[in-house]
């Protein structure tokens, strides 16, 4: 991949950015070849270095003397192949470097609040004055205007107000209560959006008007943009959609069923010592009957013959509890190797170490050990796609903040490396 064109060289990207959904975005667009120049506060940098397990959180100051200290684990993969120079927006010399870099830039992301950029001025309003070809993407919680729009924002915040938490997790007649996703769902899925945006602006720009524009992306509304037939349900019938745990309101057999036995005993990891649990995939008429038969319970086939029976509440309570039985002696692969030669759809549900040392993922480079030059061997994951003639690729993981001051500042702004040390003296960069 590396003897391969990139599909994005010649973009330059500003990636003003804190925590994953505006990193996120400009890392995508870094994966595939742009320039994407990340501006972090001086020294502390921005805070999700300071977030996530190896986190030091803010007892040191980061700098690139202390290269391996201080950033969190989640700062990787939401930061890839970029260079890393530090600008206090508060001080006016920064702020002509910001001008510097704009003029000669094609993009800027940034995800502060509405309006922090143009209080700095270094917002669309002041930047498209200096380069009118510039694209701005701003992703934030709700929008650049109405009465909400300068509430701070989360990616768990999108999940609550965007409509995803009220669907996951047990019902209340289960004990259950609302879930959040574990992981950053809105923020990744958010700068993928961004990104996609991005794109479309690139495109518009170079082969239709030639200029630049503004883009706005919410973090509130992607998420609820994934709520499948929720709103039309609601809108339709007046049915507010509700959570079923690991099973499926429209679908049985469709869901995650428990297994007595842990894969793992001897492990003195507790959380290997669980037992296990399997995805389980049979809701046609001759699937289910196949899955009846394959754990000795025909009764249950004749019992659940078709999929509006099966379907009820109270069939899949039961259902599900047969399931669970027969499983309750065996580890989640020897349910997997049964079901699997029956030819039913199954699939043990796996956590990291299990993910990681999977050989198909590896050979397709999905997962990788990334020799990294500041950080050493990076267990990483690249980009979920591939495109033959100009793939996306992974070069580096991160750097400490400011690293790239000299190389970044001498190139676009002309500044001499003693006019460097001073502005990083008097912590403007
Ligand atoms: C993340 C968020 C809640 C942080 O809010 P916040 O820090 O209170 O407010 P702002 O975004 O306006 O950031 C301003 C602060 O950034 C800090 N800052 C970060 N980088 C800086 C830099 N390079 N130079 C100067 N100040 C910087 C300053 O402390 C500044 O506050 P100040 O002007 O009062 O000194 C907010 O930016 C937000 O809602 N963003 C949109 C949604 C989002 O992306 N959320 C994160 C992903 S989950």
């Known amino acids: 991949m590396f003897g391969k064109p990139e599909v994005l060289k010649g973009v330059r990207v500003l990636s003003c950015t804190q925590y994953i959904l505006g990193p996120s975005c400009a890392a995508y667009l870094g994966e595939l070849g742009a320039e994407v120049i990340k501006v972090e506060?001086?020294?502390?940098?921005?805070p999700m270095r300071h977030s996530t397990p190896g986190n030091e959180a803010f007892?040191?100051?980061?700098?690139?003397?202390?290269?391996?200290?201080?950033?969190?684990?989640?700062?990787?993969?939401?930061?890839?192949?970029?260079?890393?120079?530090?600008?206090?927006?508060?001080?006016?010399?920064?702020?002509?470097?910001?001008?510097?870099?704009?003029a000669k830039a094609d993009v800027v992301v940034e995800n502060f609040r509405p309006g922090t950029f143009d209080r700095w001025g270094i917002g669309y309003r002041q930047l498209k004055e200096i380069n009118p070809r510039l694209i701005y993407m701003w992703l934030?919680?709700?929008?650049?205007?109405?009465?909400?729009?300068?509430?701070?924002s989360y990616d768990i915040l999108g999940q609550a107000q965007g409509g995803a938490f009220s669907i996951t997790g047990q019902p209340e007649e289960m004990g259950g209560s609302p879930a959040k996703h574990t992981i950053w769902l809105a923020d990744y899925w958010g700068g993928m959006m961004g990104a996609l945006q991005v794109l479309s602006a690139l495109y518009w720009r170079d082969n239709v008007s030639g200029e630049g524009t503004f883009l706005e992306y919410t973090q509130v509304h992607g998420v609820t943009r994934?709520?499948?037939?929720?709103?039309?349900?609601?809108?339709?019938?007046?049915?507010?959609?509700?959570?079923?745990?690991?099973?499926?309101?429209?679908?049985?057999?469709?869901?995650?069923?428990?297994c007595g036995k842990p894969s793992y005993p001897q492990s003195d990891n507790p959380q290997e010592q669980e037992e296990g649990y399997i995805l389980l995939s049979a809701y046609e008429d001759k699937d289910f009957a196949n899955l009846c038969k394959t754990i000795g319970q025909a009764q249950l086939a004749r019992l659940y013959k078709t999929h509006d029976v099966r379907v009820r509440p109270e069939s899949q309570k039961e259902i599900y509890a047969a399931l669970e039985a027969w499983a309750k002696?065996?580890?989640?692969?020897?349910?997997?190797?049964?079901?699997?030669?029956?030819g039913l759809i199954v699939q043990p549900v796996w956590n990291a170490k299990e993910v990681a040392s999977q050989p198909h993922w590896r050979?397709?480079?999905?997962?990788?050990?990334?020799?990294?030059?500041?950080?050493?061997?990076?267990l990483s994951q690249g980009p979920a796609y591939k495109m033959s003639d100009t793939p996306p690729r992974v070069k580096w993981a991160l750097r400490p903040v400011g690293a790239d001051n000299e190389y970044i500042y001498g190139k676009l702004c002309g500044l001499s490396k003693t006019e460097i040390e001073k502005l990083e003296a008097e912590e403007v960069i």
């Open 41 to 46: 506060a001086p020294r502390r940098g921005e």
């Open 59 to 102: 007892l040191y100051p980061l700098s690139r003397w202390v290269p391996g200290s201080g950033t969190g684990l989640g700062f990787f993969g939401a930061n890839f192949n970029e260079y890393f120079v530090a600008m206090d927006f508060h001080r006016p010399e920064a702020r002509e470097l910001m001008y510097k870099l704009a």
């Open 140 to 152: 934030g919680g709700f929008g650049g205007w109405g009465p909400g729009r300068v509430r701070a």
């Open 226 to 258: 994934q709520l499948e037939y929720s709103l039309p349900l609601y809108g339709r019938e007046g049915v507010i959609r509700e959570r079923w745990g690991n099973w499926d309101t429209q679908l049985c057999v469709h869901g995650i069923i428990r």
């Open 329 to 342: 002696d065996k580890t989640k692969e020897q349910v997997a190797q049964i079901l699997g030669k029956a």
């Open 363 to 378: 050979e397709r480079g999905a997962i990788f050990w990334l020799d990294d030059p500041t950080y050493g061997d990076v």
